[in-house]
């Protein structure tokens, strides 16, 4: 206990800041709640959605997996528009954790958490476009990266962390598939070891351990899909339209230009690289571990820079071997150390905690421009708690604050309707069996009035009775339904 009390709770002490300093200068924080990202606010949405009865999938649109929109309802429950930021901080604090336990395969503490700390760099540079995925996918990614390292370089195991393992599995398959690398390539080496070794009876155990975790969450989800009956819709949506979505917006050869110029992620592979032969074993299966994880974004995202949180887990022991390497030039070592932190870790986390004092100063008050104000309040002043209304665009936030459910099955349609062309289509249905009070059109190119939204609202008579002025006129616009 004594050994804890001195040389640990420092660290535990730093994690913690770290994560409130991340949370701080977010969208999301408590003191301070903003205009979160389009993805973040239709998260929120769908957990708002289900705290008011709905159902993700049938009630309410959106393509990513159903644990993410559970965490989002339970953020829901507690605050509509921050409570989310709980669990971000609790998600965050794990990852670190574990980012932190990683590098000490290597490091001592105080040289583990400075590895940790050029992991985050990444984290730092990218979760401005938080998408409430990645940071909640980092918590299962490193706990199964710290499994699958202790038991390849020290030999360490046993069926629980098998079982938490596939259970991590399990929710990563149950918030977004393609972020599956770590499993991807930790599972296949170990099987064809156990395989070339004839260890069969540990191969069955480990399978089976796997195999009952990654069940055991994914089955409880699956059960519930189907009561609610809403399963063959979550199939479709997060399985067949996300297909569709993934083949409409990506670009492989421009997302492989552009995930390499993360440089903390390319320098670290390269020292990877050249560290495979003092550690033939564990360094090279650690490569081919990075250039999936690449590959896996490259070839299956688009760039939107959130995608790259991923990679902070894969950085962190690529940092904790160079500075390994350098254990006996103590010199060196040392001199790198304190350039990184005084030219790179040290300006980045100040520039993150900058906004914190002003959120706090203004606590109570939100982070929302006075356009999005304006609308939200004539939303609240012409319609009644239970109304539904419909924003046309990507601009969920509407919803969460002005206090509101949408109509439809679709809260947004942009950039979804390019993908398939029944959305739109499905959409003005709804809006004619509907007939919600007020429609909100975004502007901006993602919801101006124009096309089938125009024709709609010219035949079903309703009226404009807010437009906020853009120099471009094409500024948001508010339309309430005739009498």
Known sequence: MKRFKDTDIWVFFILGIMGLIILGHGETFFACPGDTSYDTAVFQTVGYMMKRGYLPYVDTFDHKGPLLYLIHYLGSLINTHSGVAVFQLLFYYISFFFGYKIARFKLSRAESVFALLVGCMILLNNHK??????????????????????????????????????????????????????????CIFIFVELLKN???????????????????????????LFCKGCLSAAIYDYIIFNFKYINARRNILTGMEYWL????????????????????????????????????????????????????????????????????QMVIKKLVIVFVLAYMIIPAWFREFKPIPYKLVNSGSNGLSDELNDICRIVRENTDYDDRISVYGNWDVVYLFSDRAHATKYSFQNPIKSCDDKIM??????????????????????????????????????????QAYRENGDGPMVFMAGH
């Open 129 to 186: 476009e938080v998408a409430d995925v990645e940071e909640f996918s980092l918590c299962f990614i490193c706990v199964s990266l710290y499994i699958f390292l202790d038991y390849i370089i020290n030999g360490k195991t046993t069926y629980k962390r098998i079982f938490i393992s596939g259970l991590c599995c399990g929710a990563i398959f149950l918030i977004k598939m393609n972020q599956a690398s770590v499993w991807l390539v930790f």
């Open 198 to 224: 004839k260890d069969y009876k540990k191969l069955r155990q480990f399978s089976g351990m796997f195999v009952a975790g990654f069940v055991s969450i994914v089955l409880v989800f699956a059960v519930w």
């Open 261 to 328: 110029t993360y440089e903390y992620y390319l320098l670290a592979l390269v020292a990877m690289v050249f560290l495979i032969p003092k550690d033939k074993r564990v360094n090279g299966i650690y490569a081919a571990y990075m250039i999936v994880s690449y590959c896996l974004i490259a070839f299956l995202e688009d760039t939107s820079c959130h995608h790259g949180l991923i990679l902070v887990p894969v950085v962190i022991y690529p940092v904790a071997c160079i500075l390994d390497s350098l254990k006996d």
């Open 425 to 466: 289509g499905e959409y003005i249905q709804g809006l004619e069996n509907e007939h919600p009070k007020i429609i909100v059109l975004q502007g901006d190119g993602w919801g101006n009035y124009d096309g089938e939204i125009k024709e709609f609202l010219d035949t079903q008579n309703y009226e404009l009775i807010y």
